[in-house]
C-alpha cells in the first residue's frame, strides 16, 4: 500500500460515515427516481471527500519538510537578509516591551485596580503615604488635646498633612502611568507584536505550500517525462498555475510583514516618549512632594524655634545663650543653682566636694532639660545637689569654660615661678581674644560666686584651695589630650591658676560690676520664657570683645576702697574692690578725660546688663595677694621646723 497508516485510517473513517448515513436513510428514500435523477453526493460523502483532500495536503506538506531537513529537497526563503536582521530587532523590542510593562507595572502599588472615583478613593486609602500621614495627624490631635503647647502634636499635624498629599501625588502618578504609559506599552505587546508575529507564522505557511506545489510539479514532470500523455501534460500545466499564484500570495504576505516590521520600528520615537512621559510624572511627582515640604518646613522652624535651645546639656555656651537668649548672658542652670544657693546659705558643709544622690541630680537635670525648672521648683533640692548640676554642666560643655584654645596658655601661666608673671599672664589670658564674651561673663560670674564661698571657709571648710580642686577639671581640660590626665604637676599647675583666680576675684574683675545673683534671671521656666524685645538705644553698644579690643591694661583702682552694694536679695556681704597700695608707681594713673568728648558706651535702660569700663591700663600687682599670706606663713614654719 502506497499511503501511509493515517491516511488508511482516514478513508476507513470516511467510509464507515457513509454507510452509516445510508443505513439512516429510509429505503422509500434510497431508491426514488428523485434521488437517482439529481445524483447529489450526501453530507457524509461531501465530509470524506474534504478530509481526504486535506490529509494529502498535509501528507505532501511532511513528505516536503522531512525532504528539506534531510536536505533532499530545496528549501525556499521566506525573508532576505535585510528583513532577518529587522525581525531580530523587534525579538529584541519585544523583549524590552515586556520587561517594562513588568517592571513598570510592579512599581504601581495601586495598578489595574481602575481609574474611577470610587477606584481611586480605595487605591488612596490603601498608599502607605497616606496611611502614614493619617496615624502622624491623629497622634499630634492626640497631643494636643494633652498640651497646646507641644512641639511634637504640632510637628507632627504638619508632618501628617504632608504625608497625605504624598498619598494623594502618588495616586495621581499611577493613574497618568496607567492611563498613559503602561496602557500603551499593553497596546503595543497585545495588538502591534502579535499581528506581526502572525502575519510571520502566515508567511512560513505559504512558503511551506510553495514548496509543496514545486515537489507536487517536479513529480508530475517526472510522471510526464516516464509515461506521457494528454492527461499528464494538463496536469502540469494545472501545477504551474498553482506555483505561480502560491509565488504571489508569498510575495504579497511578505510584502506585508516587511510593511508592518518597518512601521513598528517607525515607533522607536513614540516608545522613548513614553519613557519620557514617565520621566516628566516622576518630576512632577517629586516636584510637588518638594513643594509640599518646602511649604511645611518654614512652619515647622516656626514650631521647633520656640523650643529651640534643647537639650540644654551639652550644648555649647554660645548656642544655649542664643537660643532662648538671656538678658543677664549667663548661662540658665550656672545663674538658676547658684540663686539657690545663694538663698540657702552657704555655710554647709563640703559645697563643690560631697556628693549627692544621684536620683536627685538626675531629676533635676531632666527639669531643667524639659524646661520645667524655676526658682520655686528647687525648694526639695539641697546645697549638694546644686553644686553636683553646675559641675555637671560645665563638664558636659563641648568646649570648657576657660577656652578650648587656651589650654596650654593656663598650663604655662601655673608653671610660671615668679608671682608677678602669673598675675600678669592670668590678667592677659583673661583679656584674650581668644576667650568669647560669652565664656568671660560665666568666668566672672561664676568665679565670683566661688570667692564668696571661700571667704566662709571656716564654716563650710572649702577654701580656695580645696575648691581649685574640685572646679578646675570642670572648667579646663585638653580637647585634644597631649598630656596624661593623671599627671600631678599638670593638674596642680592648673589648679593654682584656678586657685589664684578664685583668691583675687576682685583684682581680676575689678572692673566688672558686681551684681545681684538674680539679675535678669528668667521668672518663669525656661520652656515657657518669652525674651524681652532688646531695647532700641542698645544697638550700638559695644561687644566684650571690642572693649577688649580698646587696651589690655585695666585702670588702677581707686585710692579708697569702691565698695558694691550688693543685692537686697543677696544675702553675702558687698564685694570690695581692691585699692592702690602706697609703694605703686604713679605712672599707672590715666589721664582724665575731657568731658567734651563723648561717651564710648551709650546710656543703658537699667534692665540691660551693665557694661564695664574700657581697660586703658593693668593694675600694679598687690604686695601679697590675699590669701596667700597663709600659704607663706605656713611654708615658713614648715622651713623653721626643719631646721
Not at 426514488?32 to 465530509?47: D, F, G, H, I
Not at 564654716?459 to 585638653?478: D, G, H, Q
Request: proline share 8%; with cysteine; glycine share 6%.
Amino acid at each position: 500500500n502506497p499511503y501511509p497508516y493515517p491516511y488508511q485510517c482516514l478513508c476507513a473513517v470516511g467510509m464507515r460515515t457513509s454507510q452509516t448515513h445510508l443505513h439512516q436513510t429510509k429505503p422509500s428514500a434510497q431508491y426514488s427516481s428523485e434521488a437517482v435523477q439529481n445524483k447529489t453526493p450526501s453530507p457524509s460523502v461531501n465530509l470524506f471527500v474534504c478530509l481526504t483532500v486535506k490529509m494529502i495536503k498535509s501528507m505532501e506538506k511532511l513528505k516536503v519538510r522531512i525532504d528539506q531537513n534531510l536536505n533532499r529537497s530545496e528549501k525556499s526563503v521566506a525573508l532576505p537578509l535585510e528583513l532577518l536582521q529587522i525581525e531580530e530587532t523587534i525579538h529584541t523590542y519585544r523583549q524590552v516591551c515586556q520587561t517594562l510593562h513588568k517592571k513598570i507595572s510592579e512599581g504601581l502599588q495601586g495598578g489595574g485596580k481602575g481609574t474611577d472615583g470610587q477606584s481611586i478613593e480605595r487605591r488612596l486609602k490603601k498608599t502607605l503615604d497616606f496611611s502614614l500621614g493619617q496615624s502622624l495627624s491623629e497622634q499630634g490631635r492626640l497631643l494636643g488635646k494633652q498640651s497646646t503647647s507641644s512641639c511634637l502634636g504640632q510637628v507632627l499635624q504638619e508632618a501628617g498633612g504632608v504625608c497625605t498629599a504624598m498619598g494623594q501625588n502618588l495616586v495621581q502618578y499611577e493613574v497618568s502611568m496607567e492611563q498613559l504609559v503602561v496602557q500603551e506599552l499593553d497596546n503595543i505587546l497585545k495588538t502591534d507584536l502579535p499581528t506581526i508575529q502572525k502575519e510571520r507564522k502566515q508567511l512560513d505557511q505559504l512558503v511551506l505550500e510553495l514548496d509543496t506545489a514545486k515537489a507536487r510539479l517536479h513529480a508530475a514532470r517526472q510522471e510526464d517525462l516516464s509515461q506521457g500523455g494528454p492527461l499528464t501534460a494538463a496536469k502540469v500545466d494545472k501545477l504551474v498555475e498553482d506555483l505561480d499564484g502560491m509565488t504571489r500570495k508569498v510575495d504579497q504576505a511578505r510584502d506585508s510583514l516587511a510593511t508592518d516590521m518597518m512601521s513598528f520600528l517607525a515607533k522607536d520615537a513614540e516608545l522613548a516618549g513614553l519613557i519620557a512621559k514617565f520621566l516628566n510624572f516622576k518630576l512632577e511627582l517629586h516636584s510637588s512632594i518638594a513643594e509640599q515640604v518646602l511649604v511645611t518646613q518654614p512652619k515647622v522652624e516656626t514650631i521647633l524655634r520656640s523650643k529651640r535651645g534643647f537639650p540644654i546639656f551639652g550644648s555649647s555656651l554660645s548656642s544655649h545663650l542664643a537660643s532662648f537668649p538671656l538678658p543677664s548672658g549667663i548661662a540658665y542652670p550656672i545663674q538658676l543653682c547658684v540663686t539657690r544657693l545663694v538663698m540657702l546659705g552657704l555655710e554647709e558643709e563640703g559645697l563643690f566636694r560631697l556628693a549627692a544622690g544621684s536620683s536627685k541630680v538626675k531629676r533635676l537635670r531632666a527639669e531643667l532639660e524639659a524646661g520645667l525648672a524655676s526658682l520655686p521648683s528647687l525648694e526639695t533640692a539641697d546645697h549638694h545637689v546644686l553644686t553636683a548640676t553646675i559641675k555637671s554642666y560645665l563638664r558636659e560643655l563641648p568646649e570648657p569654660l576657660m577656652g578650648a584654645e587656651l589650654y596650654q596658655d593656663w598650663l604655662q601661666a601655673g608653671q610660671l615661678e615668679g608671682e608677678t608673671d602669673r598675675f600678669d599672664a592670668i590678667w592677659n589670658l583673661l583679656q584674650c581674644e581668644q576667650l568669647p564674651k560669652e565664656n568671660y561673663r560665666n568666668i566672672q560670674y561664676l568665679f565670683r560666686f566661688l570667692h564668696e564661698v571661700s571667704r566662709l571657709e571656716e564654716r563650710n571648710k572649702m577654701s580656695a584651695s580645696n575648691l581649685a580642686i574640685v572646679i578646675t577639671p570642670n572648667v579646663i581640660w585638653e580637647c585634644e589630650a597631649v598630656h596624661d590626665p593623671m599627671d600631678m604637676m599638670v593638674g596642680s599647675a592648673l589648679a593654682q591658676v584656678v586657685e589664684l583666680i578664685i583668691t583675687q576675684y576682685e583684682w581680676f574683675f575689678q572692673n566688672d560690676a558686681s551684681l545681684p545673683w538674680d539679675h535678669l534671671l528668667p521668672t518663669t521656666p525656661l520652656g515657657l520664657y518669652q525674651p524681652p524685645l532688646p531695647p532700641s538705644t542698645n544697638a550700638n553698644a559695644p561687644t566684650t570683645m571690642e572693649r577688649k579690643g580698646k587696651g589690655k591694661k585695666a585702670p588702677p583702682p581707686p585710692s579708697t576702697p569702691n565698695v558694691t552694694s550688693s543685692s537686697p536679695h543677696s544675702p553675702l556681704t558687698p564685694a570690695t574692690h581692691r585699692h592702690k597700695t602706697a609703694n605703686q608707681p604713679p605712672s599707672h594713673a590715666p589721664p582724665s578725660p575731657p568731658q567734651s568728648t563723648p561717651s564710648l558706651y551709650p546710656a543703658l535702660p537699667p534692665s540691660a546688663f551693665p557694661i564695664p569700663a574700657p581697660r586703658s591700663s593693668k593694675p600694679a600687682v598687690p604686695t601679697k595677694p590675699v590669701g596667700m599670706l597663709s600659704q607663706d606663713r605656713s611654708a615658713k614654719e614648715k622651713e623653721t621646723t626643719q631646721l
